[in-house]
C-alpha cells in the first residue's frame, strides 16, 4: 500500500486524512482538499483518480450520509407537522417533506396530514435541495417513490452504496433481473426488500451483506453474477430431473 | 513534597528510570474500530497508559448549540477511579475539565468542522490506566477515532510530552518524570503538515530548550504518526485488498 510516486495508479490505495494524494493539476473532488503543494485526502477512504477529467476524490470507508439533491433515500417519518413532514434519513441533517411535494393541498383546518403518512411509515423519496443550513427537503412524486408498504429494510454503510447500485447500474440492474425480489435502494443506506418468499429474501439480503463487505474489491459484479447463476442453475436442477444435482454431488 | 532526587531520574551515561535512553519513546501501540456501536474509536496504548476514544457522530446539534456556518467539536476526557496509583473520584475533577478543552483545543484544527454545518460530534475519552502524558496519548486516541468515524480533517493530529530531568531534555515522559522532573512539554501537532496545535507547559525551560524541545517532539510526532496510520491503513486495506487483481497488501 504504498503511494507510488507522482504515477496514477488503479489500484484502490487506502488514504488517511492529511494524506498527499495529486500534485496540482488535478481538481479536488469529494473528500479531497487543495493545500499549498497539492492535493489531499480529508477522510479515510480509497482513492479514485478521474484521468479524463482530472478528478481526485476520496471514497469514505466509514461515515454517515450527507444528503445531495437528486439522491433517492428510505426516510422514516418521525414527525408530522401541520403542513409537512420530518423525516429520519439516517443523516446528521433531518429532512422535511413538504405537503406539497407529497401532492397534498395545503389546508391545515381540513386536511389531517396523518392521512397521508404517519409517525413510522417508511418512505422511498427525493433530495431536493440541500444547502446545509436548512434541512434538506424531499419529494415523494415521481415514479417508485412514496410509502413503502411491506418488505424489510437493511442498513449498510452508507458510502457503500454506490457499490449496490454499480458503474451505470450494472449492479443493481444484474442483481433485479436474477434476483426473485423487489429492491429499492437508498443512498443514505437503507435498501427495501420486498418479495413473498421468505428464502428468496433471505438469499437477497445475504447477497447485499456481501456486496457491502467487499465493496472495494475488484471483479465484484462477476463473482456476484456468479453466485446468482450457481444458485438459480441448481434450483432449475432439482425442479427437472434431480439426476443433473445427483450428478453434481457426486464430483464434490 | 517528597521529589525524587534528579539523579536517580537519570544516570551519569544517561538512562533514565525506566531504563530508555533520553531520545526514546515509549511502546506506541494504536489499535482501531474496537468499538461497535460507536461511529469510530481507537484504543491506544502508549508506555502503560491505556486510553479508549469513542466518537460519535456527526448528528445534529440541539437547536440551542448549533452552528449555522460549522458544526461543533464535544470532547470529555474522563479517568476511571482504577486507572491511578491512588483511588480517584469517578466523578469529574477540575483537572479533567481543563483536559476536556486541551485535547478539544489540540483536535479542533484538524477537523473540518465548516463542512458539517449544525452538526454535533462527540469524543469520548476514557483513561483506563494512566502513567504521565495522558493528555498527549488522548490526543493521539481521539484523532484516530474521529478518522475511523469518518469525520472530514485535514490531517491527524498527533502528541508527545517533551520534560526536563536532571538539567536535561527527554522524550514522552512517564507519569515519574512528570511528577519529579523541572518541566513538563506536551506538544500536539498535525504531522504531514508540521503545524502545531496544541502547546502547554509546567515548570520552566529557557528559549533555547523550548526550541530544541520542540524539534526532538517533531521527531518522535513522526514516528508515532506513522503507526497511527499504519493502525487505520491495517484495518481498513483488507477491505480494498481482497481480491484485488494488483496483488495484495502487507497487512
Given at each position: 500500500?504504498?503511494?507510488s510516486e507522482g504515477q496514477t495508479t488503479q489500484a484502490r490505495e487506502v488514504v488517511v ?28 477512504g480509497v482513492v479514485e483518480r478521474d484521468e479524463a477529467r482530472s478528478v481526485v476524490r ?195 | ?197 496544541l502547546l502547554q507547559m509546567n515548570g520552566l525551560l529557557t528559549q533555547e530548550e523550548i ?41
Amino acid at each position: 500500500m504504498k503511494l507510488s510516486e507522482g504515477q496514477t495508479t488503479q489500484a484502490r490505495e487506502v488514504v488517511v486524512p492529511g494524506e498527499k494524494v495529486a500534485d496540482q493539476g488535478f481538481k479536488p473532488g469529494e473528500g479531497v482538499y487543495r493545500d499549498a503543494d497539492g492535493l489531499y485526502s480529508s477522510l479515510l477512504g480509497v482513492v479514485e483518480r478521474d484521468e479524463a477529467r482530472s478528478v481526485v476524490r476520496v471514497r469514505a470507508l466509514r461515515g454517515q450520509y450527507i444528503p445531495h439533491p437528486e439522491d433517492i433515500i428510505i426516510g422514516k417519518v418521525i414527525e408530522v407537522g401541520l403542513t409537512d413532514w420530518e423525516v429520519d434519513i439516517n443523516s446528521p441533517y433531518m429532512a422535511k417533506l413538504d405537503a406539497r411535494d407529497a401532492g397534498v393541498e395545503v389546508d391545515p383546518i381540513t386536511v389531517d396530514l396523518r392521512r397521508y403518512f404517519d409517525v413510522g411509515d417508511y418512505l422511498a423519496a427525493k433530495v431536493v435541495a440541500f444547502d446545509r443550513v436548512t434541512p434538506p427537503s424531499l419529494t415523494v412524486m415521481g415514479k417508485g417513490l412514496g410509502k413503502i408498504r411491506g418488505g424489510i429494510i437493511v442498513s449498510v454503510i452508507p458510502s457503500r452504496v454506490p457499490r449496490i447500485i454499480g458503474k451505470k447500474g450494472s449492479m443493481i440492474s444484474m442483481l433485479d433481473k436474477m434476483l426473485k425480489v423487489h429492491l429499492v435502494v437508498g443512498q443514505n443506506g437503507y435498501v427495501v426488500v420486498q418479495g413473498s418468499d421468505p428464502d428468496e429474501v433471505a438469499f437477497a439480503v445475504s447477497i447485499i451483506r456481501k456486496i457491502e463487505a467487499e465493496a472495494y474489491t475488484y471483479g465484484l459484479t462477476d463473482r456476484i453474477k456468479e453466485i446468482l447463476t450457481k444458485r438459480y442453475e441448481n434450483q432449475n436442477g432439482k425442479d427437472s430431473t434431480g439426476v443433473a444435482s445427483q450428478r453434481r454431488r457426486c464430483k464434490e | 513534597m517528597g521529589k525524587i532526587a534528579q539523579e536517580s531520574l537519570l544516570s551519569d551515561d544517561g538512562v533514565r528510570s525506566d531504563g530508555r535512553r533520553i531520545d526514546e519513546a515509549r511502546p506506541f501501540e494504536v489499535q482501531v474500530g474496537v468499538l461497535t456501536q460507536a461511529n469510530g474509536s481507537a484504543l491506544v496504548k502508549q508506555g502503560k497508559n491505556l486510553i479508549l476514544a469513542g466518537v460519535i457522530g456527526p448528528y445534529e446539534a440541539e437547536r440551542h448549540s448549533q452552528y449555522l456556518d460549522r458544526g461543533v467539536l464535544r470532547t470529555r476526557y474522563h479517568m476511571q477511579p482504577y486507572s491511578t496509583n491512588e483511588r480517584k473520584s469517578p466523578t469529574f475533577t477540575r483537572r479533567e475539565i481543563e483536559l476536556s478543552r486541551a485535547v478539544r483545543e489540540a483536535l479542533e484544527p484538524a477537523v473540518i468542522l465548516t463542512d458539517l454545518p449544525r452538526a454535533q460530534i462527540d469524543v469520548f475519552i476514557e483513561v483506563l490506566q494512566a502513567d504521565g502524558g495522558t493528555r498527549c496519548a488522548s490526543v493521539n486516541a481521539a484523532s484516530v477515532a474521529l478518522a475511523d468515524a469518518g469525520v472530514p480533517m485535514r490531517d491527524l493530529v498527533t502528541a508527545v510530552a517533551i520534560g526536563k530531568v536532571r538539567d536535561t531534555l527527554v522524550v514522552d515522559i512517564n507519569d515519574l518524570e512528570d511528577e519529579n522532573g523541572q518541566a513538563d512539554f506536551p506538544i500536539a501537532m498535525m504531522p504531514s503538515k508540521g503545524k502545531i496545535t496544541l502547546l502547554q507547559m509546567n515548570g520552566l525551560l529557557t528559549q533555547e530548550e523550548i526550541q530544541k524541545s520542540i524539534e526532538m517532539a517533531r521527531g518522535v510526532i513522526r514516528s508515532l504518526y506513522e503507526v497511527q496510520v499504519e493502525a487505520l491503513k491495517r484495518r481498513y486495506a483488507p477491505l480494498a485488498a481482497s481480491g484485488n487483481r494488483e496483488g495484495g497488501s502487507d497487512a
